[in-house]
């Protein structure tokens, strides 16, 4: 078991999180680049996710989920995992760090934060459970979570499913075990959304376009 600590603004903003470095052990437990850089992002382009309901895909130990809700004054934050196991230890980490509606500094702590399990892929009705239950997010994040070159379609159809038209889809891409951004990229736009920004650290904003119910219907039972 390993601990982490992060401080990415004043010095008196910082997120503890347990987890564990051994990738054997889990992918999910160990913090990966692409959420530290996401989390410097967010915090430096706070407009994109204040006073916004963000839902975050492969939370794992939560660094960038917990951050937004801590820090970034969103209305609302769902931080998601698939595996259990994960999801035990990421509640343990939200508890830790948000437990009143104010910080130690006395700036605003969204506490509006659930973690529930959600599985990727076409499955209409466990999407449309997930959707009665939590809503439609305006946001979702996603950091180094597709190093298996099959999930990447399944995290396409939950994106496309979960977010709201008009939404933003911010993604990095670092891991040096994944493949090629481009493919990401090329099956998003077949999913209906368009590149709206490529940051030079890896970053990409997606946002997806309205599309007719008959589309959507047709796009999910494909």
């Known amino acids: 078991e390993d601990a982490y600590e992060y401080d990415f603004d004043s010095g008196e903003k910082k997120v503890l999180l347990r987890g564990n470095r051994d990738m054997n052990h889990s992918t999910g437990l160990a913090v990966w680049t692409g959420s530290e850089i996401l989390c410097d992002y967010l915090v430096s382009h706070s407009d994109l996710v204040k006073n916004k309901y963000v839902l975050e895909l492969g939370s794992g130990v939560g660094l960038c989920g917990i951050t937004v809700a801590k820090y970034l004054n969103p209305s609302k934050v769902v931080l998601t995992d698939g595996d259990k196991h994960v999801l035990s230890n990421l509640r343990h980490n939200v508890r830790r760090n948000i ?82 951004v481009d493919i990401v990229v090329d099956l998003g736009i077949q999913y209906g959304f368009c590149v709206d920004r490529k940051e030079d650290d890896g970053i990409i904003l997606f946002q997806k376009q309205k599309v007719e119910e008959e589309d959507i219907i047709n796009t999910t039972t494909t």
């Open 99 to 180: 437990s009143s509606t104010t910080n130690d500094n006395d700036t605003p702590c969204c506490t509006n934060i659930n973690c529930p399990q959600l599985i990727w892929g076409n499955k209409t009705k466990i999407l449309q459970t997930f959707v009665d239950k939590y809503d439609r997010p305006d946001v979702i994040l996603a950091s180094d979570i597709t190093y298996i070159t099959k999930s990447i379609e399944p995290m396409w159809q939950t994106v496309k499913y979960l977010l709201s038209d008009g939404g933003t889809f911010i993604f990095i891409h670092r891991s040096s075990s994944q493949d090629p």
